[in-house]
């Protein structure tokens, strides 16, 4: 099974999620590398992306050199150190929506799902386009949702979203761009109808996502209600459930594409979002679709662009952007229950950064892919690429050690024993012992240590370390 995006689940190939569990490569961490064209990128793009059996991630974005508009797709190495292309996907002298998304497409290649305004076609379609897992060379685009009497105007959908399930049908959606504008698709036949959406006006920033044991679909929005009704992330199952609000998502951010997705080996489908009054007074939360309440991170307040994405064995990332002392991007990692115990990882933005647009993440590897839409001092507007690995919890006990005495220390990867992590803590000489089976090890202080606080650090392979301080005491 192959599962990419923060977006939705995509199938494939059973090994590479082997794989992708039993090795949990972290190069090129929080490494960040511009992936496009600079003056070539607005404020309001949002990517696709999706990864290939290689390990290769894709990514899908929308370019404006002036004259043209252009679809573009780049490829970020499996080691995360190199960029490859652009390579053109589609080209217009009008425009091209600022939305795009990019799933599986036939034969292990890419998938494109866009909107725009292009000579001689229905520019009220959704329109696709596909490529070998190279994606250097891709199809003329062809329509992909209803082309007949009444097609709902995707050119100017606000957001696009879309995911392929396990039977390998593509689903795509756009939001509204006037009341009753929005809509999503099941396939790529033009000449089905559009499924509407059923909240009235407005639905924006909608995605799709599938749950990896029954197959079913679910498609998610943002609901910017007229008049005095709050706004709030809602999720429907078409033909199975009704609309259902998730809790506390008053605050969820607009503008970016809803963090909506299933599992790796796991059933269930999720929305990430910022609980709280406001987007800028939000905590990350995670919701089960179907669940009575969220789980709320106990993290600083103003998590903006919550978003997430599948990991393999079942757990699931969860990323936000947030400022403490300056702008940093978070993410943590949660149990193989989806239980958001991991700890949380932060990493600073590219140099110079002054505003951050959008976060979307990729986790199927295990390690997380972070693209986010910065500008710069230069005035420029980018997307760029970092790398984070999931971050381990360190516990000690006791936390007040007499001098001659053991202190227990216990390794955890969100709730779970890490075995073979090195904990080394430093009295006035190191010590460092390796966890057992059940995360733990044991440290005994010399009776000549002097009384005050000293710092414990654990570390493997895969993982960003975590420190802890031990007081010894008389």
């Known amino acids: 099974?192959?599962?990419?995006?923060?977006?939705?689940?995509?199938?494939?190939?059973?090994?590479?999620?082997?794989?992708?569990?039993?090795?949990?490569?972290?190069?090129?961490?929080?490494?960040?590398?511009?992936?496009?064209?600079?003056?070539?990128?607005?404020?309001?793009?949002?990517?696709?992306?999706?990864?290939?059996?290689?390990?290769?991630?894709?990514?899908?974005?929308?370019?404006?050199?002036?004259?043209?508009?252009?679809?573009?797709?780049?490829?970020?190495?499996?080691?995360?150190?190199?960029?490859?292309?652009?390579?053109?996907?589609?080209?217009?002298?009008?425009?091209?929506?600022?939305?795009?998304?990019?799933?599986?497409?036939?034969?292990?290649?890419?998938?494109?799902f866009f909107a725009g305004v292009f000579p001689g076609v229905s520019n009220d379609a959704i329109r696709t386009s596909t490529a070998s897992a190279s994606g250097t060379t891709w199809s003329g685009h062809a329509a992909a949702s209803q082309t007949s009497a009444g097609p709902t105007n995707a050119a100017a959908g606000s957001g696009i979203g879309a995911t392929v399930t396990p039977a390998g049908t593509p689903w795509s959606s756009w939001g509204d761009s006037s009341p009753g504008g929005g809509g999503f698709h099941a396939g790529i036949n033009p000449a089905a109808n559009d499924l509407a959406f059923s909240s009235g006006c407005c639905e924006r920033d909608p995605n799709l996502a599938f749950d990896s044991q029954t197959g079913v679909v679910a498609v998610g929005w943002n609901y910017l209600p007229t008049g005095p009704a709050a706004r709030r992330l809602q999720v429907v199952v078409p033909f199975v459930t009704g609309v259902q609000d998730a809790p506390m998502s008053a605050a969820t951010w607009t503008g970016q594409r809803v963090g909506l997705t299933g599992r790796i080996g796991a059933g269930g489908i999720y929305a990430a979002y910022g609980a709280g009054t406001n987007q800028f007074n939000a905590r990350p939360a995670l919701w089960r679709l179907g669940a009575a309440g969220a789980k709320v991170l106990k993290s600083p307040r103003d998590a903006e662009h919550t978003t997430v994405a599948p990991a393999p064995g079942g757990r699931l990332w969860l990323a936000w952007e947030g400022k403490d002392r300056g702008f940093k991007i978070f993410a943590t990692r949660t149990s193989p229950a989806a239980k958001p115990k991991g700890a949380i990882v932060a990493t600073k933005p590219p140099k110079g950064t002054q505003q951050i647009y959008r976060v979307n993440v990729e986790g199927s590897r295990g390690y997380l892919d972070v693209l986010a839409l910065v500008r710069r001092g230069s005035g420029e507007i980018a997307w760029w690429h970092a790398r984070l690995r999931p971050g381990l919890s360190l516990r000690a006990t006791p936390q007040r050690v007499r001098a001659g005495r053991k202190v227990t220390f216990e390794v955890t990867d969100a709730g779970q024993p890490v075995a073979g992590a090195k904990v080394a803590l430093k009295l006035a000489n190191k010590h460092t012992k390796e966890t057992n089976g059940a995360g733990k090890t044991t440290i005994k202080v010399p009776k000549s240590t002097k009384p005050r606080r000293y710092r414990a650090r654990a570390t493997k392979g895969g993982y960003a370390a975590a420190k802890r301080k031990v007081k010894v005491v008389r």
Request: charged residues 10%.
């Open 1 to 112: 099974m192959k599962v990419t995006t923060g977006l939705g689940v995509r199938v494939a190939a059973a090994a590479v999620a082997a794989a992708a569990i039993l090795t949990l490569p972290g190069p090129a961490e929080a490494n960040w590398r511009k992936v496009t064209s600079q003056g070539q990128t607005g404020s309001t793009s949002e990517v696709g992306l999706e990864r290939s059996a290689n390990g290769v991630l894709h990514v899908l974005w929308p370019s404006d050199s002036g004259a043209t508009e252009q679809l573009m797709h780049s490829a970020i190495s499996e080691n995360g150190r190199s960029i490859a292309g652009p390579h053109q996907v589609a080209s217009t002298t009008n425009f091209i929506n600022n939305s795009v998304d990019l799933v599986a497409g036939p034969s292990g290649g890419l998938r494109a």
